[in-house]
């Protein structure tokens, strides 16, 4: 029987060199991982974002594919890439779903499990 899912990984990154705290911007990047753990081969369509910073200000996103490209993945393939947000407060989370469509036509949503956007934790 097919299965159709991927499986996404996330790390983060705080980018001080680019963010601006006075002025409450705070930019983060996130690499993320993409593997079809499914037995189709499947493309990523879309993307839907939402991002939520730590006063509870939302931000959707939703676009065609992700950093320009539609991967399709056949099992055990993976897709990695890295793109970034800006944030008017420290903390901040995203969660999310990629809109992907099997080589057999069955369409499916892959979660995108919520992450935190944090600034590094210094010792004193």
């Known amino acids: 029987m097919a ?3 991927f499986t996404v990984s996330v790390r983060t990154q705080y980018l001080p060199e680019q963010s601006d705290p006075e002025r409450t911007n705070f930019v983060f990047t996130y690499s993320i991982t ?11 369509i ?3 974002w939402v991002i939520t910073d730590a006063n509870n200000h939302i931000e959707e996103v939703r676009g065609l ?3 320009g490209h ?6 055990g ?12 407060t420290p903390q901040g989370s995203m969660v999310g779903e990629y809109f992907c469509v099997a080589e057999d036509g069955h369409q ?5 499990p ?3 956007l944090s600034l590094p934790r210094t010792l004193h």
Not at 70 to 75: A, F
Not at 77 to 87: K, V, W
Not at 108 to 112: G, H, M, P, R, T
Request: aromatic fraction near 10%.
């Open 34 to 44: 993409i593997k079809n753990t499914g037995t189709v081969a499947a493309q990523l």
């Open 108 to 112: 499916f949503e892959a979660k995108i």
């Open 77 to 88: 393939e993976q897709f990695e890439y890295t793109s970034g947000t800006a944030l008017s």
């Open 114 to 116: 919520e992450f935190v």
């Open 70 to 75: 539609q991967p399709l993945l056949q099992p």
């Open 46 to 48: 879309s993307r839907h």
């Open 65 to 67: 594919g992700v950093v």
């Open 3 to 5: 299965s159709y899912e």
